[in-house]
């Protein structure tokens, strides 16, 4: 069945060191959104793609997080440098528009941790 | 102030009872309001979707939306312990992509 994937479910690293998280959205969904989730903050939004094209990543510390949709089955988020305060889980969810049609399908996440 | 506020519990009952999970809301703009539930260690699925005000019932889920009030709830009926998980209410504009999500309340059913 068709289900949001994403690459690694977990990734332990130094402080420093770049991260690359990835996710394959549901075909067919052309809205892709990238959250943080946290036990303090609870779910942040951190940037959303819609036909790929960037349509908001107000919620992403611009001097070390980017997000990228190099084609329509791939979405990329990067951490460069890594901090310890980077440690949470990260979620990648795609739908098909707004309104009606913003059922979001979440992916298993990345379990994050930055020692 | 978040837009959306939710309750974080945890919230503990016994099997067979009736659970009322709720959140309220700021901005009178949201008109599409979603309930997700989330597993330990699992991504958030989408378990209840309402449009404006009104009851949506689904088995033993109902959702109510109060836009007058800015409230709305879920109901469980009759609740078992494979209910326990993470709550998420979100919401969002007519016209909105990103969801406002409220940060979760964790229900615990007990056998």
């Known amino acids: 069945d068709a289900r949001v994937t994403q690459t690694p479910r977990h990734k332990v690293t130094e402080m420093g060191q770049e991260v690359t998280m990835r996710c394959q959205p549901i075909l067919g969904h052309n809205t892709v959104f990238w959250y943080r989730q946290t036990m303090m903050q609870g779910l942040e939004l951190l940037a959303y793609?819609?036909?790929?094209?960037?349509?908001?990543d107000s919620g992403m510390p611009k001097d070390r997080f980017s997000a990228e949709m190099p084609d329509a089955t791939l979405a990329t988020l990067k951490i460069q440098p890594s901090e310890p305060r980077d440690s949470a889980v990260y979620f990648c969810?795609?739908?098909?528009?707004?309104?009606?049609?913003?059922?979001?399908?979440f992916g298993p996440g990345t379990r994050l941790t930055v020692l | 102030q978040k837009e959306v506020e939710q309750d974080p519990g945890p919230l503990s009952v016994p099997e067979g009872a009736i659970v009322s999970l709720n959140c309220t809301y700021s901005?009178?703009?949201?008109?599409?309001f979603m309930w997700y539930r989330q597993y330990s260690r699992k991504g958030p699925e989408l378990l209840m979707y309402?449009?404006?005000?009104g009851n949506k019932e689904d088995g033993r889920f109902t959702a109510q939306v109060d836009k007058s009030s800015k409230y709305i709830s879920l109901f469980i009926r009759d609740s078992q312990p494979s209910d326990s998980a993470t709550y998420l209410c979100a919401m969002t504009p007519n016209s909105g992509y990103a969801l406002n999500f409220g940060k979760g309340t964790s229900l615990l059913v007990t056998p």
């Open positions: 901005n009178s703009a949201f008109q599409y």
């Open positions: 793609f819609r036909n790929r094209a960037p349509l908001d």
């Open positions: 309402t449009y404006s005000s």
């Open positions: 969810a795609s739908g098909r528009g707004q309104g009606r049609d913003n059922e979001q399908f």
